[in-house]
Each structure stands twice: as C-alpha cells, then as structure tokens.
C-alpha cells in the first residue's frame, strides 16, 4: 500500500444469535495487533432486539491483550450517558492501554433510546457541548466545578488521567449540517458511518474543513475516517448474503448492501474502498461480519496490498 491512509477494524458487536465468546474475541484482537491494522473500533446501542456487546467493555478487554494497536469507538452515544463517567472510564482504558484510545462520539441514537436514559431529545445539542466541555477538563485539571444546564459537579477529580497529552482525541459521527459544525470547531475529527457515497463523503469533508478554518483551526490537522462494513470470497453473491444477513439483524432489512459495502473479491473490494481514499479518508474501519481471523488475513493481505 502505497498511501499512508491507516486501516482499522470494526469489531463486530452485533448478534442476532449467540455471540462469540471471550476466547474468540481475544484471538481477533491478537490477530489484528500482530497482522499490522492500525484500529480496532466498536459500536455502541443501549437498546435492541439483539444482543449489543457494551462498547467499552470490549474496549477493555481488547486493551488486555494487545500491544500497539489503537483502540477506538465508533461511535459513543455521548448523551446517554454522564459525562464524569465517560471521562472516569475512557481515561482508565487509556491509561491501562498505554496511551492507545481514541474516543469516537455523537447525540445517539434511535428516538426509543432517550427517553429511559432521562434525556429530552429537542436539548441534545447543548447537553453533547457542555458534556463534551466537563469532560475534557476532568482529562486535564484537578479540582473541576462546574455549573451548567445539565451537568453540576464542585470540586471534583478524576485520576488516573490520560496517558495522551493534552487529553484523549475525540471524533465525531454523524451527517448533519450542524454535526459538520461542529466537528469543524470541536472535534479532532469525523467519522462517516456505514451509509453513504464517496462522493458525498468528499463534499461532507470540504465543508467540515471549512468550518474549522472559520474557526481559525487548521483544517489539516483533522482526522477523517469512514466505516464500511466488508467482505472478501471470491463468490460475490456469497460475501453479499453473509453482509446481508449480519446489516440486515442490525438496521432492519431496509439496509443497502450493494451501495454501502465492500464485497467480492479482494480487487473488487479495494476499488471500492479506494473511492474514499482519493475523496479525503485518512482512516478506513473495515466491518467484518464475525471476530474470524481468516475473514481479516483475507483483508489484510488481498485488498490492503491494493490501496494506493
């Protein structure tokens, strides 16, 4: 691979049966680390009718058995959840880790999910910006008061604090206009989820880019990712069948493989692949559909190789 665009690994979290076992997901994590991916990165529901392994838990499990690889969600329903406790946990990861998490966010969710966490869905913007705002102080001060709309806290500390200075990076997810904003003046970068055209996600970048620049921020010091979820057999319609049945028992058989994934060959893949590269991707997150280290050898070593 000629670039120097990272790949990463979506670690499948979604199961509509059993889902893997302990033993399973930790020799995925070692296969990953040892095979060179950059990431691993995983999903986040509070709510479904099948069973959604709790992102951070994950996270640390992963973080116990590997070395270098960085650890990262994509993304974090941020509003469903305490600030303080986010930043507690996240901080911990990355502290036990050596200094390896980056931590993808956004305002959720499905329009079931607010309501029995105790969040009013119209004031989400503003909870995220002020969540966002108390959590990276308790990353980098002692003492922290705080009193807002949403969150109260006085004279408070959390330790241990990140490893990374000055505090864990923070990417944000999602397709609005405002999220576009606000990535451009907040975040240290965007991920594009598992929805979407090249196309679209280039023109997503340029105004992101523009905001930070109004913002006097430079634009290239963004990180930009995309998550597609992928599949490599030489049968087509077979690779095709397996993302089918995995999208379908977590968004609803609505879900269009053919225009949102990578599938095929490992040829056929990259090309694909590569239309976001050369639209701005600094970071692609591959989705298989199971924690199986043939399914990510095959990645590795057949569409990888093929991206310039």
């Known amino acids: 691979m000629a670039s120097d665009v990272k790949i990463g ?6 199961f509509g049966g059993t889902p893997p076992s302990m033993a399973e997901f930790n020799s995925f994590f070692r296969r990953a680390d040892e095979l060179g991916y950059d990431s691993l990165w ?3 529901r509070l709510f479904h009718n099948i069973n959604i392994i709790d992102p951070m838990t994950l996270m640390a499990c992963a973080a116990a058995v590997t070395d270098r690889i960085r650890l990262g969600t994509s ?3 941020f509003v469903m959840r305490n600030p303080a406790l986010v930043a507690k946990t996240i901080s911990t990861i990355d502290y036990l880790s050596g200094g390896r998490v980056t931590l993808g966010i956004s305002l959720g969710g499905r329009d079931n999910e607010y309501e029995p966490m105790g969040v009013d ?3 989400r913007v503003s909870r995220f910006t002020e969540g966002l705002e108390a959590m990276r102080r308790l990353w ?3 003492g922290v008061t705080h009193h807002g709309r949403f969150f109260d806290m006085d004279n408070v500390t959390v330790n241990p604090k990140p490893v990374q200075k000055p505090g864990i990076p923070v990417i944000f997810g999602g397709t609005a206009e405002g999220v576009f904003k606000r990535t ?3 975040a240290d970068g965007w991920v594009s989820g598992g929805t979407g055209n090249a196309e679209g996600y280039g023109q997503a970048l340029e105004k992101i880019r523009g905001y930070a620049q109004a913002a006097g921020r430079d634009p290239a010091s963004l990180d930009s990712a995309k998550l597609m979820y992928c599949y490599v057999d030489d049968d087509r319609e077979r690779a095709k069948s397996e993302l089918e049945n995995f999208t379908h028992a977590y968004y609803g058989p609505q879900y269009d493989v053919e225009n949102n994934c990578a599938y095929g060959t490992g040829e056929q893949c990259a090309e694909v692949i590569q239309r976001y590269i050369d639209n701005g991707a600094k970071t692609i997150i591959l989705g298989p559909t199971w ?3 043939s399914q ?3 990645i590795w070593n057949e569409i990888v190789p093929r991206l310039r």
Do not use: A, M, T, Y
């Open 75 to 77: 993304v974090l329903l």
């Open 184 to 186: 451009g003046e907040l």
């Open 291 to 293: 924690p199986d280290n």
């Open 9 to 14: 690994l979506l670690v499948p979290g979604g």
């Open 42 to 44: 995983v999903i986040d």
């Open 296 to 298: 990510i050898e095959r």
């Open 140 to 142: 980098n001060e002692d």
């Open 121 to 123: 869905v119209k004031r």
